[in-house]
C-alpha cells in the first residue's frame, strides 16, 4: 500500500500540533527531550509543593513553634537550591515548547510557563521573606503577629502548589494531545493510489 502526498505530508510533521522545529527540519529526539525535561521538572515541582502542603505544613501545625521554627528554617535552607532549580528548568523547558509547538499544545506549554514563573514569583516575593523573618525569630523574639504572618505563609504555599500542579496538568494534556494524535495516524488505513 502506498500513501497519498497529503498523508505523506502528515506523517513527516506536517500536522497542526507537530512542533514547528519538526517542520523545520529540527530533530524529533529535541523535541522530546524538551518534553520529557519539561515533565519531570513540572512534576517535581508539583509532588513536592503537594507533599508539603499536605504533609508537612499539617505536621508545622501540631508541633510546638519553637520546633516549627527550627524546623522551617532548615527545611527553607536544603529546599532553597533546589525548588528554585527546579522552577528555572521547568520554567525554561515550558517555554521552549511553547516556541516549538503550534495551535492548542502551544497555548498549554504557555500557559503551563506562566503559572511556573507565577509559582516562582509567589515563592520568590511571598514565601521567601517570610522565610527571612522565621530565621530572625530564630535569634530573636517572636512577635506578636507571628500567628497571622505563618497563616500568610501557608496560603501562600498553597497558592504556589495550585498554580505548580495547574503546569503539571497542562504538561499532561499535551503529551495525551500527541499520544492521541499519534493513534489516530497508526489507526488510519491508507488509500491505494
Request: one cysteine or more; a positive charge; glycine letters at 8%.
Amino acid at each position: 500500500m502506498t500513501s497519498t502526498p497529503a498523508q505523506r505530508t502528515r506523517l513527516q510533521g506536517g500536522g497542526a500540533d507537530v512542533p514547528d522545529g519538526a517542520r523545520a527540519g529540527a530533530p524529533g529526539g529535541t523535541v522530546r527531550v524538551v518534553r520529557g525535561l519539561a515533565l519531570l521538572s513540572s512534576g517535581l515541582l508539583a509532588g513536592a509543593f503537594c507533599y508539603g502542603a499536605v504533609n508537612v505544613v499539617q505536621a508545622f501545625q501540631s508541633v510546638p513553634l519553637e520546633v516549627r521554627l527550627t524546623f522551617h528554617t532548615a527545611l527553607m535552607r536544603m529546599n532553597g537550591p533546589v525548588m528554585q532549580s527546579t522552577m528555572g528548568v521547568a520554567f525554561l523547558s515550558t517555554l521552549v515548547l511553547a516556541v516549538l509547538f503550534r495551535n492548542t499544545p502551544r497555548m498549554l506549554a504557555a500557559g503551563a510557563s506562566l503559572l511556573t514563573l507565577t509559582t516562582f514569583l509567589v515563592t520568590r516575593l511571598g514565601n521567601v521573606p517570610i522565610n527571612r523573618q522565621i530565621r530572625e525569630w530564630l535569634a530573636g523574639s517572636v512577635p506578636a503577629d507571628h500567628a497571622a504572618i505563618l497563616q500568610r505563609w501557608e496560603l501562600l504555599n498553597y497558592l504556589r502548589t495550585c498554580t505548580a500542579l495547574t503546569a503539571f496538568v497542562l504538561l499532561l494534556l499535551i503529551v495525551d494531545r500527541a499520544t492521541a494524535i499519534a493513534a489516530g495516524r497508526h489507526t488510519q488505513p491508507e488509500r491505494r493510489r
